[in-house]
C-alpha cells in the first residue's frame, strides 16, 4: 500500500472545497440574500484557510483569510452581498488555485491588486450601508442602550474533538467577545489518572453569557462544530440593566468549580481541520484511484468471458449438477458487470456545473446577458466520456455565446428577451447519453458558412448540399465564420477538435438551425466505452458483432430479391428506399451466400443502410477491446471482442459502413 | 539504407556485449532470431479471426489471454511464400514499442528451435548488395554452424508498415 502524499490529499481537499466555494458564489448571483449560501461559501473559505495553514500553505492562508473576513462580514449582514463581491471572490478564487499549485511562486502583486479590489467592494459598501455595526472585539463593553440579555449555556464536545483539531478555549475566547461571560468548567466526567486518555476531552462547559448579540451570534460560534457537539442555550432572563453586568463582569468571583480564564486568543485559534458540517454524507464516500477500477473493469470483462465459456459447456453436458452452478455463475457475473458498470458512472452534474463559471466570465467579456439552465443533471454517464467530453463542450458553449447570442440590444430589436439562454441538457436514451447545448440566439448563418467553404476550397461553387451537410461544414479545420477573431472564439481550431473527440467517443453530432431563432448541437454517445450491447452476424465463416444501438431492423432478403437487384443495390423499405452493402463482398470472404441472407438495417439519425448478412446469431453482451495500431488503417472496425468460445468477432464501426453506403448511393443516384 | 545507419543499428541491438540471447526459429527454412527479451510467450496455434481489408502481412488477430492482439506474418515483409501451417508451427509472441505504446504482436512460425546466445565476433551487418531482403528490415546476420541466422529489425518492419499502411507489404508480396 502506499502512502499518501499528505500535499496531495490537500490539494484533492481543496479541489473539492473550491468547487463548493465556486458553486456557492454562482447560486449566490441569483439570489443575493440567500443566507444558506452565504454560510456555504465562507465555512468553505474557513475551512481552505485552515486547512492550507495545516499543510504549509501559508501565502493561501494568508491570502483566504481576507477573503474570509470579507464574506465574515456579508454573513453578519453588515454588508450586503453584490455581484461585485462575488466577481470579485470568484477572481480571488482563481488566486487561490494559483497558490495551491504553485505555493512558491510569485503572487504577492496579484494578491494585492485583488485584495484592492475586495477591499473596495466590501468597504465601498459598508460606507454607505446602514447597519454598520462595530466590530466584534468593540463590542464587549457592553452598551447600555442595548438591550443586553443573558444566556445560559451548556455545551460538551465529542471526546475526540481536540484530536479533530477543535480548540476549545477557541471557542470560550469567542464566547467571551461576544459580551461578559461566566465560564464554569464542568470535570466530573474526567476519570482517574490510570484511565485518562492524554489526547481526550472530559472537559464540559456552563457558560453564563450576557450580551446585546442575537442569539445567532452564539450559535455562530459553534457553526463548526455544531454537528457533533451537545449544546443548550437557553435564555435566562429578559434585558438586564447595564448596572447588573458590570457586576457579574468582574472575572474575581471563581465559583465552586474553577473558572477559565485565559488570554485572549485571535480568531485563527478556532478550528482548523473542521469537518465540513453541511455535506456530512461526504464521509460514505470513497476515493479510488481510477486505474483501479480500469483494471477491476478489465478482470470482470474476462469474468465474463469466461463464464459465456462456462455456460457453453455447461449447456453440452448432462451433468445437472454442472448446470446449476453454471446458472449461478451466469447470474452472478451479470450482476458484477452491472454494478461495476454502475461504478464508473457519474452524474453529468459534475460536467455542468463548470460552466456556470465559464458562462459567468463570458458574460462579463462580451457584455451580453446570458441564463444558462440546465436539464437532466442527474443523467449518469462514464467518467472517461464525462473526463473526455469536458473541452468539447467548452468550445460548443463558447461557440453559442460567441457566435449565437446577439447583444442585449440586438435582441430587444428582434422582439427576444435581453438576455440570451442557453439551455445545456442531457438525456439517456437506449445506450446513448444525448447531451444538447441549445441557444435562442441568431442561428447559423447558411450563406456564410457557404460562403466561407466556397472561399477555402471545401464545396464547389453551386454544389448541392443537404442541409445539414452544410451545417456539418462548421466542423471542418480552420473553418470559422466569424468575421472578427475574438478572444473567445473566432480562429477555427476547436470545432474540428470538437468532431475529433466525439468521434473518438463512437459518438455522432447533429446540429439544427433556425435563422433568427437559435442552434441546436446535440451530442450522441455511448454511454459507457467499455461494454456495448451487440447484434452477433456471420458473414462467410467470420463472425462481427454489430452495435445494437445502430441496429433498426432485420429483414430477410430472399433469394429472387438478391438476384434482381443485382443491379442496384436497394431494398425498398416501407416505401423508402434503403442501399445496402454486401459484407460478403466488402469483406472478400469468397464463399458463396447463404440461401436465407439476412439484411440488418442500421441507422444514425436519419441515415439508414442494410447490411447483408449470412446469418443472424443472436444478441451478444459485448466486451470492446481496443485493436492495435497495426490495425489502425482498417476503418471498418472499431474493435474486436472474444466470443463465449474464445474466438474473436469484430465490432463494425457503423458510421464508417453508413458513409460507404451513403456513397454508394449518390454514385447510383448520379449514374442514374 | 547508408552503411552508416545500419552500423548503428547493430550497435544498438548488441549494445557493447559480447552476447545476445536470443530465440531462434524457422521460418520457410531460414533462421530467424529474436532477441529472448522482448519474447512473452510461444504458443500452439490458436484459432485465427482475419481481419478483411487489413496488409496481407497482419490479416488476422487471435485471443491471447483475453487480449485481442494482431498475428504477423514477417515471412511476407520478406517477400518469402506463406505456407501452409504444420503441425510444428508456433506462434511467438512479442512486445515491442509501436509509436511508444507498448504492443502484443503474434509472429508466425514454422517451427521454433531454441533459446541460445550469439556472439558478437560472428555477426556483421546485412550486406547492402547481393541480397534479396530489404537492408533496413534486418539488423544482422550471425553466421554459426556453417548458416546465417537471421535477426530482423522487428521495429522497422512494424513501424514502417503501422505508418506507410500497405505499400510496403504490397512491394513484398509482389516479389
Not at chain 1, 484530536?163 to 461566566?182: H, I, Y
Not at chain 1, 453541511?278 to 470513497?286: H, I, M, P, R, S
Not at chain 1, 440461401?595 to 448478412?613: A, H, M, N
Request: glycine share 8%.
Amino acid at each position: 500500500m502506499t502512502t499518501l502524499d499528505p500535499i496531495q490529499v490537500f490539494r484533492t481537499e481543496a479541489a473539492e472545497l473550491f468547487e463548493q466555494i465556486e458553486g456557492g458564489l454562482l447560486d449566490l448571483l441569483h439570489d443575493l440574500s440567500n443566507q444558506d449560501q452565504i454560510d456555504a461559501v465562507f465555512r468553505g473559505l474557513h475551512t481552505l484557510k485552515g486547512s492550507g495553514a495545516m499543510f504549509g500553505f501559508e501565502a493561501l492562508a494568508a491570502f483566504t483569510h481576507h477573503c474570509e473576513t470579507a464574506f465574515d462580514r456579508v454573513r453578519k449582514g453588515e454588508v450586503p452581498a453584490s455581484a461585485e463581491l462575488v466577481a470579485c471572490v470568484l477572481a480571488a478564487q482563481d488566486h487561490m488555485k494559483a497558490l495551491v499549485d504553485r505555493p512558491n511562486g510569485d503572487h504577492a502583486e496579484e494578491g494585492d491588486r485583488l485584495l484592492a479590489e475586495l477591499q473596495a467592494a466590501v468597504g465601498g459598501q459598508g460606507g454607505i450601508g446602514t447597519v454598520v455595526t462595530p466590530p466584534l472585539a468593540a463590542s464587549a463593553p457592553a452598551k447600555a442602550e442595548n438591550a443586553a440579555t443573558t444566556w445560559k449555556l451548556s455545551f460538551r464536545l465529542p471526546s475526540n474533538a481536540m484530536a479533530n483539531g477543535t480548540n476549545p478555549l477557541g471557542l470560550l475566547d469567542e464566547l467571551r467577545e461576544l459580551g461578559t461571560c461566566e465560564i464554569k468548567a464542568d470535570v466530573s466526567k474526567v476519570p482517574g489518572l490510570n484511565q485518562i486518555e492524554p489526547a481526550d476531552l472530559y472537559v464540559s462547559w456552563q457558560v453564563t453569557l450576557t450580551t446585546e448579540q442575537p442569539r445567532s451570534a452564539i450559535d455562530d460560534v459553534f457553526i463548526f462544530v455544531m454537528d457533533e457537539m451537545e449544546l443548550q442555550i437557553e435564555q435566562q432572563s429578559s434585558p438586564t440593566p447595564a448596572a447588573g453586568i458590570k457586576a457579574t463582569d468582574t472575572p474575581t468571583a471563581p465559583a465552586a468549580e474553577k473558572t477559565v480564564t485565559e488570554p485572549p486568543a485571535k480568531a485563527e485559534a478556532s478550528p482548523a481541520a473542521v469537518a465540513e458540517t453541511k455535506n456530512g454524507k461526504a464521509a460514505e464516500n470513497v476515493r479510488v484511484p481510477a486505474e483501479r477500477l480500469d483494471e477491476l473493469m478489465d478482470r470482470v470483462g474476462e469474468l465474463v468471458i469466461a463464464q459465456s465459456r462456462l455456460s457453453q459447456l455447461a449447456g453440452s453436458s448432462v451433468d445437472i449438477q454442472l448446470r446449476a452452478v453454471s446458472e449461478d455463475v451466469e447470474r452472478l457475473s451479470g450482476e458484477l458487470r452491472d454494478t461495476m458498470m454502475v461504478l464508473r458512472m457519474v452524474p453529468v452534474t459534475q460536467l455542468f456545473s463548470r460552466f456556470r463559471r465559464l458562462v459567468h466570465d463570458l458574460a462579463r467579456e462580451t457584455g451580453k446577458m446570458i441564463e444558462l439552465e440546465f436539464e437532466g443533471e442527474t443523467t449518469e454517464v462514464d467518467k472517461t466520456v464525462i473526463e473526455r467530453l469536458a473541452d468539447p463542450l467548452v468550445h460548443l458553449v463558447r461557440n453559442s455565446i460567441d457566435h449565437g447570442l446577439e447583444l442585449p440590444d440586438e435582441r430587444i430589436a428582434a422582439g427576444k428577451d435581453r438576455a440570451g439562454r442557453v439551455l445545456l441538457s442531457a438525456r439517456q436514451a437506449g445506450g446513448e447519453v444525448i447531451i444538447t447545448i441549445k441557444d435562442d440566439g441568431r442561428g447559423i448563418n447558411r450563406e456564410r458558412v457557404r460562403a466561407k467553404a466556397e472561399a477555402s476550397g471545401l464545396v464547389q461553387p453551386g454544389q448541392q448540399l443537404m442541409d445539414q451537410e452544410l451545417l456539418q461544414l462548421i466542423f471542418q479545420p480552420g473553418f470559422s465564420t466569424a468575421a472578427q477573431v475574438t478572444n473567445l472564439s473566432g480562429r477555427g481550431v476547436g470545432m474540428d477538435v470538437v468532431k475529433k473527440t466525439v468521434e473518438a467517443l463512437r459518438g455522432v453530432i447533429d446540429i439544427r438551425s433556425e435563422p433568427g431563432r437559435g442552434s441546436e448541437i446535440s451530442l450522441r454517445i455511448p454511454l459507457t466505452l467499455a461494454i456495448i450491447d451487440g447484434l452477433l452476424v456471420r458473414v462467410g465463416s467470420g463472425n462481427y458483432v454489430i452495435p445494437l444501438s445502430a441496429v433498426e431492423e432485420c429483414l430477410e432478403l430472399s433469394l429472387e430479391e438478391d438476384l434482381r437487384s443485382r443491379g442496384r443495390s436497394f431494398i425498398s423499405l416501407r416505401d423508402s428506399l434503403v442501399p445496402y452493402l454486401r459484407l460478403r463482398d466488402l469483406f472478400r470472404t469468397g464463399t458463396a451466400p447463404d440461401r436465407y441472407q439476412k439484411v440488418v438495417v442500421i441507422s444514425t439519425g436519419d441515415e439508414r443502410v442494410g447490411l447483408v448478412v449470412d446469418q443472424i446469431i443472436g444478441d451478444h453482451q459485448t466486451v470492446i477491446k481496443s485493436m492495435s495500431k497495426l490495425h489502425h488503417d482498417v476503418v471498418t472496425f472499431s474493435g474486436a471482442t472474444i466470443l463465449g468460445d474464445g474466438s474473436v468477432a469484430l465490432i463494425l464501426d457503423v458510421m464508417h459502413l453508413i458513409n460507404v453506403g451513403q456513397q454508394q448511393e449518390a454514385q447510383l443516384r448520379a449514374a442514374g | 539504407m547508408t552503411i552508416a545507419a545500419s552500423k548503428h543499428e547493430f550497435d544498438r541491438l548488441w549494445n557493447g556485449a559480447e552476447e545476445l540471447a536470443v530465440l531462434t526459429f524457422n521460418l520457410n527454412g531460414e533462421t530467424f532470431a529474436i532477441e529472448a527479451i522482448v519474447v512473452q510467450e510461444i504458443l500452439d496455434l490458436l484459432p485465427e479471426t482475419s481481419v478483411p481489408g487489413s496488409q496481407a502481412f497482419v490479416g488476422s488477430v487471435i485471443n491471447f489471454r483475453g487480449k485481442v492482439i494482431p498475428l504477423a506474418d514477417i515471412r511476407l515483409a520478406f517477400g518469402m511464400e506463406a505456407t501452409k501451417p504444420t503441425i510444428d508451427s508456433r506462434i511467438v509472441v512479442i512486445e515491442l514499442d509501436l509509436g511508444g505504446e507498448p504492443t502484443l504482436i503474434g509472429i508466425r512460425t514454422d517451427r521454433v528451435y531454441e533459446v541460445t546466445t550469439l556472439s558478437r565476433s560472428a555477426s556483421e551487418p546485412p550486406p547492402s548488395v547481393g541480397m534479396r531482403w530489404r537492408a533496413d528490415y534486418i539488423d544482422c546476420l550471425v553466421k554459426r554452424d556453417g548458416e546465417f541466422i537471421i535477426l530482423p529489425n522487428l521495429n522497422a518492419i512494424f513501424n514502417s508498415r503501422g505508418e506507410r499502411g500497405g505499400s510496403a507489404a504490397a512491394n513484398s508480396e509482389g516479389r
